[in-house]
T-cell receptor
Framework: GAVVSQHPSWVICKSGTSVKIECRSL??????MFWYRQFPKQSLMLMAT?????????EQGVEKDKFLINHASLTLSTLTVTSAHPEDSSFYIC????????????FGSGTQLSVL | AQRVTQPEKLLSVFKGAPVELKCNYS??????LFWYVQYSRQRLQLLLR??SRESIKGFTADLNKGETSFHLKKPFAQEEDSAMYYC??????????FGKGTTLSVSS
């Protein structure tokens, strides 16, 4: 089946620094990728829709200047958490869908971000 | 507005007991309905989708458009079924909107 690779799986950073998370579709091209955030024992919350070659679409309440999304190719989307604060500590998950209609979403393994 | 309701945050059953995880949705258009499962320390994975009408790991789910429900059922729960379950409606090309999830705990 289709595979979505997410890297890194775990990152610890100091407050004020920036962290980049990569999401790659390994065996299909994804014009659209989605970024989710998950707090402990809570559901996944959609943060933004990443569109190849164009600006990302952010959900209400998500700061686009803090969570920079770049979808420069059909197989790679990146999420950069800028000037990270402890409240940004969370589990971030990306997903992508093969381009055919009715195809399901495939999820990355997630990135646990801890901001000290 | 698109909304998914999973009323039970936690469902605890004994091994061999029947299980029903409830899901109600409010969604414009004709979405496809999915159940995703997240086992401890593993990535989210698809359990089943309503259009395939299949049974995965003994789980089934029937879409009731009149009641806008998509409850997940299994006649005899197993300990390895313990996980977090998410119901999600979706239309092709759009993001999945997840319910709050239900933790299923199966004990012996």
């Amino acid at each position: 089946g289709a595979v979505v690779s997410q890297h890194p799986s775990w990152v610890i950073c100091k407050s004020g620094t920036s962290v980049k998370i990569e999401c790659r579709s390994l065996d299909f091209q994804a014009t659209t990728m989605f970024w989710y955030r998950q707090f402990p024992k809570q559901s996944l919350m959609l943060m933004a829709t990443s569109n190849e070659g164009s600006k990302a679409t952010y959900e209400q309440g998500v700061e686009k200047d803090k969570f920079l999304i770049n979808h420069a190719s059909l197989t790679l989307s990146t999420l950069t958490v800028t000037s990270a604060h402890p409240e940004d500590s969370s589990f971030y998950i990306c997903s992508a869908s093969p381009p055919r209609r009715s195809e399901k979403l495939f999820f990355g393994s997630g990135t646990q971000l801890s901001v000290l | 507005a698109q909304r998914v309701t999973q009323p039970e945050k936690l469902l605890s059953v004994f091994k061999g007991a029947p299980v029903e995880l409830k899901c109600n949705y409010s969604y414009s258009g004709s979405p496809e309905l999915f159940w995703y499962v997240q086992y401890s320390r593993q990535r989210l994975q698809l359990l089943l989708r309503h259009i395939s009408r299949e049974s995965i790991k003994g789980f089934t789910a029937d879409l009731n458009k009149g009641e806008t429900s998509f409850h997940l059922k299994k006649p005899f729960a197993q300990e390895e079924d313990s996980a977090m379950y998410y119901c999600a409606p979706n239309q092709a090309g759009t993001a999945l909107i997840f319910g709050k999830g239900t933790t299923l705990s199966v004990s012996s």
